[in-house]
């Protein structure tokens, strides 16, 4: 069934607008009578018969509404510096496909890209349409949230207020693997840190470690920024699969 | 120690001609004396001092050599379907990234890319240089080979003469989970399939069975083709840490 993002469902009869609209009545020339699903990005999905077909607007009636049973059993916020943006395009495009709830773009000394206020904006309004296309995409009906870009040290002191387990990406690791610290600490929420092209300094790792984050090494080989994020939201899904 | 490629080493005295030598004298000006690391791209790691600086080349003389120890403890070949060219770079770069050992490209029925001849090679080709400069990039000695694209059915009956785990990412695949079928058979070796855009069809999975593999879904998330190799290869890399 063909699945729709509308971000404001409330009642029974709601009234779709806009470029959904047009999609729905004059590329899809969907009728009367038929089903589609609508979402909103909350991660449940609404069944709905399409009741009305105008111009600019459709209207359906919810019949039901569920779960979409697709999140992972673990919820995973990816605390992301900030890079190039292609890269970052797409580490957020890919990360939301592997299940990431919830991204934090940071500052940290060796960012080499470093937007201003303007800019900054228009960033996270950007990744933020991102996630939302690639979610729709691969069949989430969660849509991650991508947050402000923050600096290190805000990020850290967040952190502190969390529970759940706090991983940072560290390439320097020698002696905990992602999979010891995973099996160290179960948790239902874990927050992971990815360092920018040039990585964190040692003195950027103390400072999470304060804020209770275990440094960990993805493995022997070096993934570029972009990769570590989904690869290490790869392996955590592994971990939790089946449970 | 800087790392530069050169695929003829034989014996101690070696000379380095071309954009090396030029990177190496001339962009780096590195001197008589100075180390540096050679590889051909077979997982071993040539340390070297340099002897001589001509305009043109380098001469240098091999110290000691030893196995860079950065490959994964299981070999992945990655049989990945021809999609879109900027799609399949970024599949080549990452699951190089990721420690993927070799691809063999495919064409299968969904397949909307299909080069001729000509372009084909040309795409190995192209490939091949993606898979030589990751593999430099992120400190890997071994260079992954690109194999000629051959059609599905060349693939599964050269896929039967191999010993190892052979899989297929099948997202239709509702009963076994990746993490089932690398704990079913424990193999050195894992040659992973991964459709083009729009999956496999119910046929060429069965096709594929019959040689000998094992479908098998990467969890309830679709991901995109050019995602589905990394994230496997990843998930597959986890299964195998510390061992």
Request: net charge negative; glycine share 8%.
């Amino acid at each position: 069934m063909r699945r729709f993002y509308w971000p404001d469902i409330t009642g029974k009869h709601i009234t779709v607008t806009g470029q959904e609209a047009k999609h729905i009545s004059r590329v899809l020339r969907m009728q009367e009578g038929d089903m589609l699903i609508l979402f909103d990005g909350s991660g449940i999905d609404y069944y709905c018969t399409l009741t009305g077909n105008d111009a600019d607007s459709i209207s359906v009636a919810v019949v039901e509404k569920k779960e979409s049973g697709k999140e992972l059993p673990v919820q995973i916020t990816l605390c992301q510096a900030v890079i190039k943006s292609d890269h970052l395009d797409y580490a957020i495009q890919k990360c939301t496909e592997a299940g990431v709830r919830a991204f934090v773009p940071f500052l940290s000394e060796r960012c080499v890209k470093r937007p201003d206020a303007k800019s900054a904006g228009k960033l996270v309004e950007r990744e933020s349409r991102i996630a939302m296309e690639a979610a729709k995409q691969c069949g989430r009906s969660y849509v991650p949230k991508v947050g402000d870009i923050v600096t290190l040290e805000k990020a850290a002191e967040e952190l502190q207020n969390k529970n759940g387990l706090k991983l940072v990406a560290y390439e320097s690791e020698e002696h905990r693997t992602i999979k010891e610290a995973l099996r160290e600490q179960r948790c239902r929420e874990i927050f992971l840190f990815v360092g920018p092209e040039g990585g964190f300094t040692r003195e950027e790792v103390r400072l999470l470690e304060e804020a209770g984050a275990v440094s960990c090494s993805l493995g022997e080989l070096i993934f570029r920024s972009e990769t570590a994020g989904l690869a290490a939201a790869a392996m955590i899904a592994y971990e939790y699969m089946g449970n």
